[in-house]
C-alpha cells in the first residue's frame, strides 16, 4: 500500500479522535464555584433586601463598552482593592493553630450583651467593645491594617499616620496587665499594625505570628484575585463588584456571584472555623489584622448589611483599623460588633481640594 491511500483511510480516524478530545476538554470547567458546608449558622444572619430606593444611573448598565466604565480608582494608596496579594483560589481551611488544645463549641446569640452604643453610621469604637465586656468573654478583632505607602507590593510599609492610628488604637485597648495575641497576614503593613498596637498598649515584648492563611485576604471569593480584577476592570472597579457583591445589588447579579461564595454562609463558616475554632488556642484578646478585600464583606455581613460601606451606591468603603469583634460571651455565645479603630468607619473616594501656600492639594475627608 502506498503512503498516499495510508493517509486517505487514516484520515477520518484521526479527526473523530480530536473532536472527541475536543468535545470532552469543553465539559471539564475547574473554575465552577462550590459551596461550602455551613458551620453553625446564625439564624439572624438572614439575607436582608438592599434599599428600595432606585439604583443610581450607571451608563455601564446600558452601555458597558464605554470608556467611562473603565476602573476608576481613587487617587489615594487605596485605590485598589487589597487581599494581601493572595492570586490563589479563596479558599481557606480552619487549621489546627496550637496543637491539640480542643476547640471550643459555640452558636451564634439571639442578641447582643455588651452595653455598648454604635455611632450613627452603626459601628462601635474598639476600646468601648474592649472595656465593656467582662473578663468571662473572650474578643478577637479581625482589623484591616492602618495607612499604608502607596502600592500592593508585600513590603508596602505604613505611612507616619498609619504608625500614629495603630498606636493610638493600642491606647484605647490599653489597661490591665493582660497581653493579647497578635497574628497577621506576612506582609509588612499588617504586621507593622500589629506591632504598633501592641506598643500603643505597652506591650513591648509582643510576638506577631503570621496567619496568613487564616487571614486570607481572598476568603470570600471563588476565584482567583486576578480573575475578578480583570472582570471588575470595566464595570467600574474592584471596590464597586465587591460591594455590589456584599449588599446584594442588581448590577451584573448574575456575573458577580460567579466570583463570590455566598456572604452569609461564607462569613459564617469564617466566624466559626477560622476565629471561634482558634479562640482556645490564642489569649482572652487577639487582634487579626488583614487587608479591605477580606473587611469589606466581612463587615458586611457581621452588621446584616446595615452599616453604609456601601461604595457603589454612596462611595464608601472599609477604612482603615476597621473590622469585626468577635465576641464570645460566658455561655459560649457568638456576638458580632461591626467596629473601627479610627473616629470615621469608612473612607471615601470624594475628594477635597485644600489650597496651601505651595498650591493645592488632594486629600480624602476620610482619612
Excluded at 112 to 138: H, Q, W
Excluded at 291 to 317: C, I, K, M, Q
Aim: charged fraction near 20%.
Amino acid at each position: 500500500m502506498n503512503i498516499k491511500k495510508l493517509v486517505v483511510r487514516a484520515l477520518p480516524m484521526v479527526c473523530a479522535a480530536c473532536m472527541t478530545a475536543l468535545i470532552a476538554g469543553c465539559g471539564d470547567d475547574s473554575s465552577t464555584p462550590t459551596t461550602p458546608a455551613v458551620t453553625n449558622p446564625t439564624s439572624s444572619a438572614a439575607v436582608v433586601n438592599s434599599s428600595d430606593a432606585a439604583a443610581p444611573v450607571d451608563e455601564c448598565v446600558a452601555d458597558p463598552s464605554s470608556p467611562n466604565c473603565s476602573e476608576v480608582p481613587p487617587a489615594s494608596s487605596a485605590s485598589a482593592p487589597d487581599n494581601g496579594g493572595n492570586s490563589g483560589e479563596g479558599v481557606s481551611s480552619a487549621a489546627n493553630q496550637g496543637g491539640d488544645v480542643p476547640p471550643i463549641t459555640a452558636s451564634f446569640a439571639t442578641a447582643k450583651t455588651l452595653s455598648v452604643i454604635p455611632d450613627t453610621n452603626g459601628f462601635y469604637d474598639v476600646g468601648d467593645i474592649y472595656k465593656a465586656a467582662p473578663e468571662t468573654y473572650r474578643i478577637a478583632y479581625v482589623l484591616r491594617h492602618a495607612e499604608r505607602e502607596s502600592g500592593l507590593g508585600q513590603e508596602s510599609p505604613l505611612t507616619e499616620v498609619g504608625v500614629a492610628q495603630a498606636l493610638a488604637v493600642g491606647e484605647k485597648l490599653s489597661g490591665g496587665d493582660e497581653s493579647f495575641y497578635y497574628a497577621s497576614t506576612d506582609f509588612i503593613r499588617t504586621r507593622e499594625t500589629c506591632n504598633n498596637i501592641a506598643k500603643g498598649r505597652g506591650e513591648t515584648a509582643n510576638v506577631t505570628e503570621t496567619q496568613a492563611e487564616l487571614l486570607n485576604g481572598s476568603y470570600f471569593l471563588t476565584v482567583p484575585s486576578d480573575s475578578l480584577d480583570a472582570f471588575a476592570k470595566k464595570k467600574g472597579g474592584g471596590w464597586k463588584i465587591i460591594s455590589v457583591y456584599a449588599y446584594g445589588e442588581d448590577y451584573y447579579a448574575d456575573q458577580v456571584q460567579l466570583h463570590f461564595y455566598d456572604l452569609f454562609e461564607r462569613g459564617n463558616q469564617f466566624v466559626m472555623e477560622n476565629i471561634v475554632a482558634n479562640m482556645s488556642k490564642w489569649k482572652r484578646v487577639s487582634i487579626l489584622v488583614s487587608h479591605d478585600v477580606l473587611l469589606e464583606p466581612l463587615v458586611v455581613y457581621a452588621s446584616n448589611r446595615t452599616v453604609d460601606v456601601n461604595f457603589y451606591r454612596s462611595g464608601r468603603w472599609v477604612n482603615y483599623l476597621t473590622g469585626v469583634a468577635v465576641v464570645l460571651n460566658a455561655e459560649n455565645q457568638v456576638e458580632l460588633y461591626p467596629v473601627r479603630g479610627t473616629d470615621i468607619g469608612y473612607m471615601t473616594q470624594k475628594k477635597v481640594v485644600v489650597r496651601t501656600d505651595d498650591g493645592a492639594t488632594v486629600v480624602d475627608p476620610a482619612e
